[in-house]
């Protein structure tokens, strides 16, 4: 007589394939549905009147209450805004715009004092239940971290390129002058500018974090889009990332409420993960990124992942909280998939699949996912970063550098070189609005497109997907590439006599 093992992942019956590797539960399409439908639905706060995204950072589920957990707003939110950048254009759910920018006016309106040492800065923590942003848990009142200050700055940048709106422009760039005022050029102990600061009077909590990249996005983006006075700044950064954390490893300093930690012991996996992310999208920063990015990937699979199940490794968060969790996994496979698109190869594509596919199964068919599997508290407890705006976009971001894991059955944009401001799905026919007039996007079509318009001009069909002002669509992997000089684009499977501006 044999007998079968049940394996479960919270709740979910584990599905494998006929190599006995872990498959998804679901479609990532459904996980990303229920994810996102639960934001939008997301419970109001008794006492406050607010979405709990706006007051809260987790919650349980088993009931349903929120965690009187400090709260994460300025990471959070930027999250919010990488969850926006990659579902609307995918989705054509509008609803998350308007979520978004409840958030942004919320970290706005609540800044540190323009009298205080560091000005016009976000705050990294806050206490629970209020929807009153000034500090908590182990960054103290009246301190934040540096990095995310930068990193919602960047989400400030992002949100103005979609909605044109000026004054999210001038927070990130107030963002951006409060950290040019306190850089520095930094040490082994020392970065550019502190983890953890007190904003009245600059006085230094915690003086190290790795995740310095967050400064360059953003003065990157500001100099990009013509402003002075970041060029020498990123220099700067990148010249400290180089020859600091990219040598000794040394990757720490991003996680809210992890106790302070002044002798350095601690590791995580987020910042090696998104310096990796920018070097792979921003070649000329870093003349060696072909051999730093599969190194920090490989780095963090030895040091953070756990033992493979079926296949899958499952990613923990930091050495201080050596757990693991689902976003981070989602992370891990993102990575490992943009690598496979670049490298093509195959044993990053293993990687990044079956990371992703244990990843889906934090999220339940009520839409709540949970932070991970671990008793008594994993399973049991979301956060709105680990379980929406650092989980969701993975898995976009998977899909767009595998797109033969992206639906089948209906249409979506997998990635744009440029924001998109507006987007419109309808029957054989999409059109939409970017930010920059030129730019690429690769769509995945469940219909042949006929013709596609840049503007009022009808452009040409290529042969290739590299020749701009024009269109290629591969019929076998319903693949279309986008490559404009318009900011208007319509997509037709039918002739189309005029076009309609979005």
């Known amino acids: 007589m044999e007998f079968w093992t049940m394996y479960f992942i919270n709740e979910h019956e584990i599905v494998l394939d006929q190599y006995d590797r872990l498959e998804p539960w679901a479609p990532y399409d459904h996980v990303i549905q229920l994810a996102m439908n639960f934001i939008k639905n997301c419970p109001i706060d008794e006492e406050s009147g607010l979405p709990w995204y706006l007051v ?5 589920i088993d009931p349903l209450r929120p965690t009187r957990w400090p709260d994460n707003p300025a990471g959070k939110f930027a999250w919010a805004v990488t969850t926006l950048l990659k579902y609307y254009p995918y989705s054509g759910d509008a609803q998350h715009i308007e979520i978004v920018r409840s958030m942004l006016d919320c970290l706005i309106t609540q800044r540190t004092p323009d009298k205080f040492d560091w000005g016009k800065a976000p705050f ?48 990130g760039q107030d963002c951006a002058n409060v950290l040019l005022k ?29 995740d310095m990249i967050q400064l360059i996005r953003l003065f990157a983006e500001l100099d990009r889009l013509g402003f002075d006075g970041y060029q020498g700044a990123i220099e700067q950064v990148w010249r400290w990332i180089e020859k600091y954390p990219l040598r000794n490893n040394f990757w720490k300093g991003y996680f809210e ?123 049991n407890q979301c956060w709105f970063t680990d379980g929406y705006f650092d989980y969701v976009p993975h898995f976009i971001d998977v ?22 401001q507006k987007i419109e799905y309808g029957s054989k026919k999409i059109c939409y609005r970017t930010f920059d007039t030129t ?49 208007e684009v319509l997509i037709s499977g039918l002739e189309v006599e005029t076009t309609s501006s979005v």
């Open 56 to 60: 809260y950072s987790c919650f349980w």
């Open 124 to 171: 990294a923590s806050a206490e629970p239940g209020k929807g009153l942003y000034f500090g908590a848990r182990a960054d103290g009142a009246y301190v934040t971290e540096a990095d995310k200050i930068a990193q919602a700055g960047r989400a400030f940048i992002d949100f103005y390129e979609m909605s044109g709106e000026e004054k999210y422009l001038q927070a």
């Open 182 to 210: 306190h850089l520095k050029y930094g040490d082994e102990y020392n970065s550019p500018v502190p983890f953890r600061v007190s904003v009245r009077d600059g006085k230094v909590i915690e003086a190290y974090s790795a």
């Open 257 to 379: 409420d992890i106790r302070i930690d002044p002798t350095n012991e601690n590791r995580d996996q987020l910042s090696p993960l998104e310096t990796a992310r920018y070097l792979l999208h921003n070649h000329e920063l870093d003349a060696d990124w072909r051999s730093h990015v599969p190194a920090l990937i490989e780095w963090v699979r030895k040091i953070f992942g756990a033992t493979p199940f079926f296949s899958a490794i499952p990613i923990r968060e930091q050495k201080y909280c050596f757990v693991v969790m689902g976003s981070h996994t989602a992370r891990f496979a993102s990575l490992c998939a943009n690598w496979y698109k670049i490298s093509r190869d195959e044993i990053y594509y293993e990687m990044a699949v079956r990371a992703l596919n244990w990843a889906s199964y934090m999220a339940n068919e009520d839409g709540a996912v949970t932070v991970g599997v671990d008793r008594p508290d994993y399973y």
């Open 399 to 420: 899909m767009a550098s595998i797109p033969s894991l992206a639906p089948e059955d209906s249409d979506h944009m997998l990635e744009s070189s440029t924001v998109i």
């Open 439 to 487: 730019g690429c996007q690769l769509l995945k079509l469940s219909f042949t497109p006929r013709e596609v318009y840049c503007g009022t001009e009808k452009m040409a069909q290529s042969i290739n997907t590299n020749s701009n002002g024009s269109w290629h669509f591969d019929p076998t992997s319903h693949l279309l590439t986008v490559r404009h000089k318009s900011a």
